[in-house]
């Protein structure tokens, strides 16, 4: 199981490595600028989401395989790093590109989205689908060992199970940054004092920016008011969190030391935690900084948003593609 | 005086139990502007991008979502009182109403 979390690892490493390479080749301004004039930075993620929820689309992948750990670990991995690449190529061309070019940006978009896609919430095969069916195989262990002086069963549950008990989730990083933030720096950002800011900030501000803000320094700036106003509370929470996950650490050995005490093994119990906690990884954080809620999920609505302009709002996906060929 | 409402969902985190604020009506993230310390938030659905308004907020109630959605695991986390899956909370919740948010009793009420 370690070799899979070091590969997590490395899968941002690589991410991170991606977008940094693309920042310096782009310019950071010039993308800190794209984003600002931008119209659908406000709302994009809620109008992706009706976008590829809605219409009865039907999405171009398999999905009729019996989904495993591993495999999704794995596709989840090579999805990433590919969302990324196209939203960065989709980035550079979209500055460019005329109406003719418009359905080959959306067969690139939608077929990113749709990979993407199958590893998400509604899929069948998803992070969520796989999730759920860890969960309810660690609920029945538990019921089969469970004493009422281990306190309440879903309560407890949710403990194991909670992201923010998580490594590195995002849930916990946003507020921790942003008071590293206000400790180090405390200053609104420009695109003219970006450079020594960051320097101040041991590099925070960049790396907010990029990976809870869209590039956006407007949006930044809002969430820096908003964390100010509750700084107190972050360190409260900081704290919080720590004991959280403390409280997860002993129930974990509890409930292990229970199994063993009646004769059981702990070793699928102990790998289930584990996995869990894997996948919490890849959606509360992998996901919230590289997938369709972030940067590159902007930049593929771009392409949807310039999509629709032209062929209306209630037609399905696949529809849209037939409608742009014949423009 | 409170007025009870038919409102109810989907008890996401009892967090302190009771919240009174004003509640704000969040149709998108565009609205979040309109969050001030201590107001309830009411929101179809939320997402990372929500994270800094209700770090504000003293509860949430959402129209979507179950036990994992990200409005209930915030909650969990933050010890914040959440109701979720409250069926058109915002046409029945009047934006800048004083309201009561009640997961003991899993009940929001209008206070007159």
Redesign the interface.
Known sequence: MNTKLQSTETLEKKLEQQILQFEEQEGLSNIIMYVEGNEHLKDFVQKYQNEIRTHQNEWPYNDSFTPTFLGLVHRFHQTSINYVLTATNLFRLLKNSSLSDLSLLYEVAILSEAARGREGKRSKVGLDYQQDILISELFTILNNVWIPEFGDMEEKLNTLVQTVLSRHSSAAELPENYAKYIELCNEVVTLSNLESIDEKSNGLARKLLREFCCYSITKFNKQLFQYREVYAKLKYKADMIANKRYEKIKLTEMIANRIESIGGQATRFLQLIEQIDYLNYLNDNIDVKYSFKSWPGLIHWNVFAKVIQYTGTEVSLSERGRILINI | MQTKTNLTGRVASIGNGIAKGIARIIN???DL?KIQ?QDIMVA?QT???Y???L??CIGLITEQGGR?CHAA??S????LPCITGVEDARNKIPDGAEIILDTNSNTISLVD
């Open positions: 998108n993230e565009s502007d310390p179809p997402d990372i991008n994270v800094p308004a770090e504000l994992f695991i915030y969990r986390e933050n010890n």
